[in-house]
């Protein structure tokens, strides 16, 4: 009997199918029943695509029988943020004002998924429009944690982590504006990356804060994440933000280790984490010392800001991209007696309250007379945390944080305080602001006996040595799992 | 703020929202005491400059595949209510 391929990472299932071991057929719908079984209780998938999932794993097994080389994902099952857009196949953003959305396109890093050969399983949850820490402001129900279904997997890319995490997929992607791919990455105990603004192309991801959104894997090991990223990173001419610098060998030099690389503990990211959160950034740099690096501390005092900046900018952003919900194009219609009254009860049914809360606090911030005081005020901190950062840089190669301040959470603990959830962003904002690349990566367990994870920040195109320094904590990291629910 | 991001507030939302976007904004009074006079700000992480693209025919999406997902439509048009008031 062939041993099962669920558990595997995505390099491993790759060679299996390359080397015509196992088809990418008998992948597929090992992944998919896990997934029927198992995700009614986590819900971290909005749709399965089973159908396309086993064309698409049938076309790579093609290739394999003709020689062809079906490429680096070959017959690896993804899962895909829902807010990536997919043509012919219900996007929702987990929204009901795109509920029964087909979306006529596709996003850039799914067709570069799929030329790759991975096969795309299905739609995984979010916050709506990945506005939020915990995955709760789904419109279609939360996601719970696979390690404790009793709390929440983080978020907004939460559906996508908790996926990963469950074994349900071996790689996903998702999005991240203030934190939204390594907090759930965090908090489900797996691997999540943010590259430089401008690596990946946002071609066909739902806009939020467009100076802050990128799109970036998530995977339960460090070299299965530099696989991904280097499949979906590249220019785009379809994303006039995408950097037409080309895209470093990411995987070549990931074992290169950390000896004489210089390593900045940030002060002001560590004070007031939870305790047990504390005590695991302090092993992971002490195991970076043993492996060679040179570790010290380093103040970065603007990075104390960066909540205040971002939840002015991100909201003012938002206000302003959500503006095309209009019931016109797509969408939900309310219908009302003239096109205002239309465009009032459309948006007023459609949208979920944490995303109305955001639309008004951008609105505000943008508005004549609070403009200067508001928006204006919040870009010149956002100077100052780039400032700040490229001080540290000076003498640091990569600098070292928490990813959260806490392990998981209870669902329900923070929902009726916005500013609450808002906090447990507050070490991976500041990396949004700057446009920096930055990755979380699980070091053991924490608080009630959930995952911590250790994250790394690098200047712009970094990702070299990020990869290697997190390689390098991976390896150090305690090697303790909690049993997964259906374990 | 409701009215210019056409929304509707019941009265309880309003109080609700009124509550937390104080309590959000008294958060940001931490960056308003910060000297800023010598800083420009920043929109945008990356120097950003104009792109255009090669003036040739490339394809478009499919007219009738976006039509399909309008709430109302005819002829390849979006319908909407009424925007203008009957002839004098």
């Known amino acids: 009997m062939t041993p099962s391929t669920v558990g595997l990472g995505a390099a491993e299932i790759a060679k299996l199918v390359r080397s015509k071991q196992i088809s990418a057929q008998e992948v597929a719908e090992e992944h998919l029943a896990l ?108 996601t719970r944690n696979p390690y404790d279904l009793n709390r929440v997997p983080g978020g907004s890319s939460g559906g996508s982590a908790a996926a990963v995490a469950a074994r349900f997929a071996p790689l996903a992607l998702g999005s991240d504006t203030g934190g939204s791919i390594r907090q759930p990455a965090a908090l489900c105990g797996i691997v999540g990356v943010k590259p430089t603004y401008g690596m990946v192309s946002r071609y066909g991801l739902i806009a939020f804060a467009s100076s802050l959104d990128q799109i970036g894997p998530f995977a339960r090991s460090v070299k299965d994440a530099a696989l991904m990223l280097q499949v979906i990173a590249g220019h785009d001419p379809r994303d006039s933000t995408s950097l037409e610098s080309g895209v470093p060998d990411l995987l070549s030099d990931i074992d290169g280790g950390v000896e004489g690389l210089r390593i900045g503990i940030i002060e002001e990211l560590i004070d007031g984490v939870a305790p047990m959160v504390g005590s695991a950034i302090a092993e992971a740099a002490n195991s970076l010392s ?43 219609r309310v219908a009302g007696q003239d096109m205002n009254e239309t465009y ?125 320094v997190a390689r390098a904590v991976e390896k150090g990291s305690p090697l303790i799992r909690r049993k997964l629910f259906w374990e | 703020m409701a009215n210019l991001a056409k929304l509707a507030l019941s009265e309880e939302e309003e109080l609700m929202y009124t509550g937390q976007l104080a309590a959000i904004l008294d958060h940001a009074r931490d960056i308003m005491a910060l000297d800023t006079a010598d800083l420009s700000p920043t929109a945008h992480p990356l120097e950003l400059r104009n792109v255009f693209r090669r003036d040739v025919e490339t394809p478009s999406l499919d007219r009738d595949e976006v039509m399909s997902q309008a709430p109302a439509a005819e002829e390849g048009r979006f319908m909407v209510p009424r925007i203008l008031g009957e002839a004098p």
């Open chain 1, 290 to 332: 043993a492996q060679g690096a040179k570790v010290e501390y380093v103040s970065v005092p603007a990075v104390r800001y960066g909540l205040s900046a971002y939840y002015l900018i991100a909201p003012a952003e938002a206000s302003s991209n959500l503006a095309r919900y209009d019931g016109v194009r797509y969408g939900l």
């Open chain 1, 35 to 142: 997934v029927r079984l198992q995700d009614p209780v986590l819900n971290s998938f909005l749709q399965i695509t089973d159908d396309a999932a086993i064309a698409s794993a049938k076309a790579v097994d093609a290739k394999v029988a003709k020689g062809e080389d079906p490429g680096e994902l070959a017959g690896v099952p993804v899962a895909l943020k829902d807010n990536l857009v997919t043509r012919g196949f219900a996007t929702t953003c987990a929204s009901q004002i795109l509920k029964g959305w087909r979306p006529p396109y596709t996003a850039t890093v799914v067709e570069k998924i799929t030329r790759a050969g991975g096969v795309v399983l299905g739609k995984t949850n979010l916050d709506e429009f990945a506005m939020g820490s915990s995955t709760e402001n789904s419109s279609f129900g939360p």
């Open chain 1, 344 to 468: 009032i009860s459309s948006r007023t049914k459609g949208f979920g309250p944490e995303v109305k809360r955001r639309i008004m606090l951008g609105t505000f911030a943008l508005s004549s007379g609070y403009y200067d005081a508001y928006y204006g005020k919040a870009q010149k901190v956002r100077t100052m945390i780039i400032n700040s950062f490229q001080k540290a840089y000076e003498r640091f190669d990569v600098l070292l944080s928490p990813t959260a301040p806490t392990t998981a959470f209870e669902l329900g603990a923070k929902a009726a305080d916005p500013l609450s959830m808002y906090l447990s962003d507050v070490c991976t904002i500041p990396t949004n602001l700057a446009g920096h690349p930055a990755m979380s990566v699980p070091y053991g367990l924490g608080e009630n006996e959930m995952p911590i994870g250790v994250q790394i920040l690098a200047p712009a195109l970094g990702e070299v040595n990020m990869l290697r």
